[in-house]
C-alpha cells in the first residue's frame, strides 16, 4: 500500500519559514522572547492563492495597504480560515474609514486628527473598533503618511483619550535610503513615553535591525510572496 506523498511546501511556504527563523534568530541575539515578535505578512498585489500558500504555512496575519483590494481579497479568506488576522497597514482615506474598520482587525495608519474623527463615527456605525496604532512620519519626509514628530506627542494623546485601550502602539516607515535605526529608536522612546506596547517596524530589508530595536511587529511582504508587480502608486498623503 502506497501512502501519498505530502504536498511539496511552497516558494511561500519555503520563504515564509526561512523568515521566521531570522526573525527567531535576531529576537534571541537582542535578548528577546522569540514569542514577543510577530511577522505581518504582506500581501499586497499578491493573489489569494498566495495567501492560502502563505495560510497552509501556519501564517494567520497578514497586511495590505489598500483598502479596495483588501476588501475583494479577504472575505472569502476569512471564511475559510477564521483565524486569520488583517492589518491595513496603508496611508487611509477617510472616504475609506468605514469599510476598514468593518474588515481590518489592525489598522496601522493612524495619522491625523479627521482620520480619528472617520474612524470613531465608522465605529460607532459598524459596532467594532479594530486595534489602531498611529504611524508616526519619522523622518518627517514631506508628502508621506504619519503624523509628523513635533505633533506626535499630542496627537497620540488625543487618540489615547478617544480609543482607550484601542490604541495599541505606533508604527513607522524609515526614509529610504537612511539608515533606519535612529527611527527604530525613535518610535521605542515615543511608544515608552506613552507606555504603548506594540511597535510595528522593520521590512524585508531591515527587520532583523527593528527586532534589535525592540519591534513586536515586523512587515514583511517581498521577501516571502517576491517582488511586487512595478505598479505600486506613490505613497501620497491624501488631502482628507
Ligand atoms: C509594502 C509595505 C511593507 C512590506 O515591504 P517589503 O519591503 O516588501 O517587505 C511594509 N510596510 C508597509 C507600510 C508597506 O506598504
Redesign the pocket.
Known amino acids: 500500500m502506497s501512502v501519498p506523498a505530502p504536498p511539496a511546501p511552497s516558494d511561500v511556504g519555503q520563504r515564509l519559514l526561512a523568515i521566521r527563523a531570522r526573525m527567531d534568530n535576531a529576537a534571541r541575539a537582542a535578548g528577546r522572547d522569540p514569542a514577543s515578535v510577530a511577522l505581518v505578512a ?1 500581501s ?1 498585489f499578491h493573489p489569494a492563492e498566495a495567501v492560502r500558500q502563505a495560510i497552509a504555512a501556519g501564517q494567520h496575519v497578514f ?1 495590505e ?1 489598500r483598502v479596495q483590494e483588501a476588501a475583494a481579497k479577504f472575505p472569502a479568506l476569512r471564511a475559510a480560515t477564521p483565524a486569520l488576522r488583517l492589518h491595513l ?2 496611508g487611509l482615506q477617510t472616504n475609506k474609514a468605514r469599510e476598514a474598520v468593518r474588515i481590518a482587525d489592525m489598522i496601522e495608519s493612524l495619522d491625523r486628527p479627521v482620520l480619528a474623527d472617520a474612524l470613531d463615527r465608522a465605529a460607532q456605525a459598524e459596532g467594532r473598533l479594530p486595534d489602531l496604532l498611529v504611524e508616526v512620519n519619522t523622518g518627517d519626509e514631506p508628502q508621506k503618511f504619519g503624523v509628523p514628530r513635533e505633533q506626535a506627542d499630542s496627537f497620540i494623546r488625543t487618540c489615547r483619550q478617544r480609543f482607550g485601550a484601542s490604541l495599541r502602539g505606533l508604527m513607522c ?1 524609515p526614509p529610504a535610503g537612511q539608515d533606519p535605526v535612529p527611527h527604530f529608536q525613535l518610535l521605542r522612546a515615543m511608544a515608552h513615553e506613552h507606555s504603548l506596547s506594540v511597535l510595528s517596524m522593520g ?3 531591515d527587520f532583523e535591525q527593528a527586532i534589535a530595536q525592540g519591534a513586536t511587529l515586523v ?5 516571502i510572496f517576491g517582488p511586487r508587480p512595478a505598479t505600486e502608486p506613490p505613497a501620497t498623503q491624501p488631502g482628507a
Request: cysteine-free; aromatic content about 0%; hydrophobic content about 45%.
Open positions: 504582506v499586497k497586511g495597504n497597514i496603508g516607515i521590512m524585508s530589508a512587515r514583511v511582504g517581498s521577501a
